[in-house]
């Protein structure tokens, strides 16, 4: 459950960035309109979910954001120039980790597998009309999820993880929301980043 993640640690991201891993899962709950919309539409802690890379020791993420699609930036860019407005994310940031990443034989092709359909899908639109059909899901108990080649970030995050088999389970019209990848039992909280 994401119960899991309210009395986890916090740590400093000095700290943090030697201990993270490729493969490892940032979840956000962000403080924006369209974040608490997410959250309070998903019953959820969270409204935003990515998928971390490793480069030459540097964090990345890797994700699928509104204004520009699927893309890979620092993790630093979430700690002080979130969205070029020279001003920290406003919310909490949180790690995890998939169990099926952790330590097994398998890891380094599926941890590959992972960052290699995400690079594929650089620069895919974000999928709006999604965000739309799960609103009218929600409100109105229209719709279902319509694969197609626009992201949220969820879908993306299940996406990139398909690839390694390792599925995350959605609500029953095929909707995921970041909640499903964090209330995951073999998804382990590891810290609150600071």
Known sequence: ???????????????????????????????????????????????????????????????????????????????????????????????????????????????GAIVDRGLDLLNRKYDNEEIARIVSRIGLGLGRHEDNDAYICSEFVEECFARADIYFQKDERGFIYPRHVAEDARVDALFRLL
């Open 1 to 111: 459950m994401a119960d899991k993640f309210k009395d986890v640690g916090q740590m400093a991201y000095g700290e943090a960035a030697g201990q993270l891993r490729t493969g490892d899962i940032l979840l956000g709950s962000g403080n924006y309109v369209v974040s608490e919309l997410i959250k309070r539409f998903s019953d959820s802690m969270f409204s935003h979910v990515a998928v971390i890379v490793r480069w030459r020791e540097r964090p990345l993420i890797m994700e699928s954001v509104e204004d520009d699609g699927v893309r890979l930036v620092p993790l630093t860019h979430y700690l002080d120039n979130y969205e070029n407005r020279r001003a920290p994310y406003n919310g909490k940031l949180y790690i995890a980790r998939h169990r099926g990443l952790a330590g097994s034989e398998s890891e380094d092709a599926r941890v």
